[in-house]
């Protein structure tokens, strides 16, 4: 039996028991129509303006069985990047198991309408099960002149009608995807151990991609749905998971793990700057796992938060694990936020950072200025996390360079150089201090991943994705 090694504060052993799920496509369908009905929901679309209003039709994409661009259910598409240019608004995508890598294996993929994509289904398309039988993984290749865009990047804000007025509404989900950048990033000498943000022409390899796995982008009055997915290795500024609502948008955030990302594993982002409160984006983030989550480099002194909110916002985080960032829990902006039953553990610098104060949990309730007083549940604790033998013993064994230590290396040689321009009145320069790490977001597979997502803990964080 594989052994399986666990980390918390410290490393222990840990089992845990892979469920397994199945979605039926019909009611998954079902669903959709209930919306298109007008039956009112949370995420329902509203304000929608003549060109988002359009009733969209399904496609089917089977990398195993697909071939053409019918995108039918008897005749699927073999990837999704290959239909993008096909695509109207509100069409609904079904996309079956398999390894996608975009057109010409480019790695990203940009729609720039408001669509609803489900991924994990079986070659037939009667059965669901996003994390287990039927993978659906969206990655890439590491070859230069590839793309580095985000690996789903669905922007639909610039999108206009026929007398140029920009377009709003419409609904935006992507449910049941995995996104694994591992393949896409540059590793120094190809151990897999760091990651580089530099292409090398030379050996004909690209940068890491300084982007996210799901970066969305919508309209006014545009609701988003980000749930069921699995985003991991990817190296962004922004988040694994960036979403950016404007004016009166709405976006549902759940049962997502994100693990092993730099920049933050969860970003809600704002697009609105005005003053009514009843317009102000919303999001309900809840159920998710965030683990591991790096600084954007082995120096860097942002980034490494596993959420982070801007201002103008109303959020509520209710039954998140935010586990092991590198700087902290929560980021906040000073955003309005109702924290309720949140898991907190292992972050280096703070739980909850609200503007410039940082705060463990205990104290959150006390010091925090723009926190809803209600809020309650929220916990520090040790949790069991078990992840693969080999990437535990590789995350154990990293060493931390802080921005403090690389400057205090750094010495002024008496150089005929240094000395011009100290004479000419100009700064001298410093000797070169290595600031690369060793190991800095070592490549972790899916299945050595995924085990820490497959449960929540006492009701927090995801769970593998079961049908209702």
Partial sequence: MKKIIIITLCISLFSVTNTQS?????????KVIKKKSGKKENNAPQLSTLNFSNKGREWYISKNTGSGQLGTKERPAKDLGNIIHHLKPNDIIYVAEGIYMSKGKRGSDEINVPVKIYGGFDTSFTTRDPWDKHKTIFTGVNEYMKLTTPRLYIRTDQQREKNNQLSQGGEIIVDGIIFDNGPRNRYHHDKNLAIRRQA??????????????????????????????????????????????????KALIQNNFCINNTGYGIQARTGYMGSDEALVPRFLIKHNTILFTWKHDAVASYGGSALALDKDLVVVAENNVFGFAHMGGIYSKGTTLTLNNNLFTGNSKYDYKEINSEMRVDDILDESEKLNQYSEGNESVLIKIPVDQRWAKIYANRVEISRAEVDAAVSVSNSGANQLRSMLGLNVQGNSVKMDAEIFLPLITIEEALPAGLMPWNGKGCSIPKSN
Avoid: D
């Avoid at 199945?22 to 079902?30: M, P, S, Y």
């Fill in 200 to 249: 090398s022409p030379k050996s004909g390899q690209n940068p890491s991609p300084e982007s996210g796995g799901i970066v969305i982008v919508g309209s006014k009055f545009t609701n988003i749905s980000v749930q069921n997915c699995v985003v991991m290795n990817t190296a962004p500024t922004e988040g694994a998971i960036s979403v950016r609502l404007f004016k009166g948008g």
């Fill in 22 to 30: 199945q979605f039926n496509l019909k009611r998954l369908k079902n």
